[in-house]
């Protein structure tokens, strides 16, 4: 069974930096698909960025193209959301959710995906 944990979310301030990190366990990280996804109160979960399994293509929400990044390290098991410049309406708890490769359903749609982190919350003050 895959297991997700997210960590590194906080408070931060407008404007300011924060390094999202997802440990993918229970399988073979490679062989997924890894995404990010964001819902804040009052909302629906929406798609924030993605990264196919090789870490050779990656898409972004059109609200956080330019600054945010996904990375992962496969030999760590660990995929990245790098989060820079950000404003209050980032304020949201983040989930992490990995995918099998085979899958051929848009990256940007969480029907993509199988498996879900607990999620981390990200607050960014005014």
């Known amino acids: 069974q895959v297991q997700l944990v997210e960590s590194g979310g906080g408070l931060v301030q407008a404007g300011g930096s924060l390094r999202l990190s997802c440990v993918f366990s229970g399988r073979t990280f490679s062989a997924y698909n890894m995404g990010w996804f964001r819902q804040a109160p009052g909302k629906e979960r929406e798609f924030v960025a993605a990264?196919?399994?090789?870490?050779?293509?990656?898409y972004y929400a059109a609200s956080v193209k330019g600054r945010f990044t996904i990375s992962r390290d496969n030999a760590k098991n660990t995929v990245y959301l790098q989060m820079n410049s950000l404003k209050p309406e980032d304020t949201a708890v983040y989930y992490c959710?990995?995918?099998?490769?085979?899958?051929?359903?848009?990256?940007?749609?969480?029907?993509?995906?199988?498996?879900w982190g607990q999620g981390t919350q990200v607050t960014v003050s005014p």
């Open positions: 959710a990995a995918g099998r490769k085979a899958s051929v359903v848009p990256l940007t749609t969480y029907r993509a995906y199988d498996y």
């Open positions: 990264i196919t399994w090789s870490g050779g293509n990656t």
